[in-house]
């Protein structure tokens, strides 16, 4: 290892320990990115420093002009929306309506609406977030188990994600230089098995014991009816947005668009009906937050740029994939090992960061293992091209991810769903959790061994 690599492993390092300190990521990326680089300066002279600051009066205008972008902020816009709007309500009310008649149906109706309102939010934590407000209350008052309700909610949220159209997703196809809407066809599946396991988890589990759970009580005709009626809207509006990604019929930055504009008009005509709705309240909040949210992850992405400058004059992301290929060991084997990095860095770091932070190294020493045998024998194994490749790692990357966030002892999503949950020890929480952790080690096993759970869309599509 040369002294310039060296100073990147080391940087990497003060990266990894300021998070942990709970800075902020955009911050710690910059400010790691330019005290690198300097070093590098003064021990390297050849490598200037006033060059790589010049590059800041363009490098954030040329992230907010990227049009691959500006399916961001409307993304969010049309998650906070929704939110605003009380569709989150009106989708579990309705679901619940569906699966309520079952022991555990209000759980798995949790579910549902976890994985319907992650397709509009895009975002793990929002939903949980989101839903442990919605979901919880109603799941207390059924006298559900606090383990198996808490547990639902935290693991539920892991599917805002992976589930289309997802923010998530867009910054993965940028990083790696996919095809947006290839990605989202191939999460199609992968998200849907999460929902169907996540739901046989609940079932089985009130089946082993059904204390968790109570019998259900039926519920009025009248209710259940005025329930299906406002989640058929919902349905509409995510599932046009859903099926016209999946089926390639517009790019997603139209779609957001799309889904913005209906979303509004829906939630002012509920108001000017008097049934909630969206009011100037709600639309000046969804606005702000919009602003905020949208601002984080552009810092985010602007604070990778900086971050990437560094570690590539430090000559890191070759060092490493020299270093992969060069081990000795199974190019799968090391694949999995990248996967267990993930898990454990995503107990403390926020999926879009770890996307922008770590997937660049992944990836390119993934495909140079063994001077790119590895990519080549998976492609005769599996019929997967390089672009195959991208979409199948990038899906189980994003899974592995979220599935720190229930990773105990730090799992972001266990804490949120907690703190909702007051008088809810943390151990039970994370009991109830960890069946589904169970699963979703199932869904990654599925997913490795048989890639085109993930690629049959997207072929499929492709003709």
Not at 14 to 26: K, M
Not at 392 to 398: S, V
Not at 434 to 446: G, K, S, V
Request: proline letters at 6%; glycine letters at 12%.
């Amino acid at each position: 290892m040369s002294e310039r690599e060296l100073i990147g492993v080391a940087g990497l390092g003060v990266l990894f320990f300021i998070l942990a300190l709970r800075v902020p990521v955009g911050l710690a990326m910059v400010g790691v990115g330019i005290g690198g680089n300097f070093i590098l300066s003064v021990f390297f002279p050849f490598l200037r420093f006033e060059p790589y600051l010049q590059q800041f009066k363009s490098l954030l205008w040329g992230l907010v002009s990227n049009y691959e972008l500006s399916v961001v902020p409307l993304f969010v816009l049309m998650g906070y929306l929704a939110s605003q709007a009380n569709l989150s309500r009106d989708l579990f009310q309705g679901v619940n309506a569906l699966l309520g008649r079952f022991r555990g149906g209000v759980a798995m109706a949790a579910i549902g609406a976890c994985a319907g309102f992650g397709a509009v939010c895009g975002s793990s934590l929002a939903t949980a977030s989101t839903m442990g407000k919605v979901a919880l209350p109603e799941l207390r008052r059924l006298n559900y188990s606090p383990r198996l309700a808490t547990g639902t909610l935290a693991a539920g949220g892991t599917l805002g994600i992976l589930i289309p159209p997802s923010v998530a997703l867009v910054i993965y196809a940028v990083t790696v230089e996919a095809s947006i809407i290839r990605m989202f066809q191939a999460a199609i599946i992968p998200g849907l098995i999460a929902v169907a396991l996540f739901m046989a988890v609940i079932a089985l589990q009130v089946r082993l014991n059904p204390s968790l759970a109570p019998v259900p009580a039926p519920m009025p005709p009248a209710e259940r009816r005025a329930a299906l009626l406002r989640l058929i809207p919902v349905l509409v509006i995510f599932g046009s947005i859903i099926l016209g990604l999946g089926a390639g019929l517009f790019t997603p930055t139209p779609a957001a668009g799309v889904g913005v504009f209906a979303i509004l008009v829906y939630g002012l005509y509920m108001r000017l009906r008097g049934r909630g709705g969206l009011d100037f309240a709600g639309l000046k909040q969804a606005l702000r937050d919009t602003a905020v949210t949208t601002a984080m992850i552009f810092f985010i992405l602007f604070g990778a740029e900086v971050l990437k400058g560094f570690f590539s004059r430090a000559g890191l992301p070759a060092f490493m994939a020299d270093m992969a290929a060069t081990s000795g060991l199974d190019p799968w084997l090391i694949m999995v090992l990248m996967l267990m990095a993930l898990i454990l860095l995503g107990c403390f770091m926020e999926s879009l960061s770890m996307i922008v932070v770590v997937i660049p190294f992944f990836w390119p020493a993934l495909v140079d293992i063994n001077g790119g045998d590895w990519a080549t024998a998976a492609s005769a194994a599996y019929g997967m091209g390089t672009e195959d490749l991208k979409i199948w790692f990038g899906i189980l990357a994003l899974i592995v991810v979220e599935l720190g966030l229930i990773t105990p002892p730090v799992g972001l999503n266990v804490f949120i769903i907690n703190a909702l949950a007051e008088g809810v020890p943390m151990g039970q929480t994370f009991r109830g959790v960890m069946p589904f952790f169970t699963a979703e080690l199932f869904r990654i096993a599925l997913i490795i061994f048989v890639p085109a759970i993930t690629l049959f869309v997207p072929w499929m599509l492709a003709g």
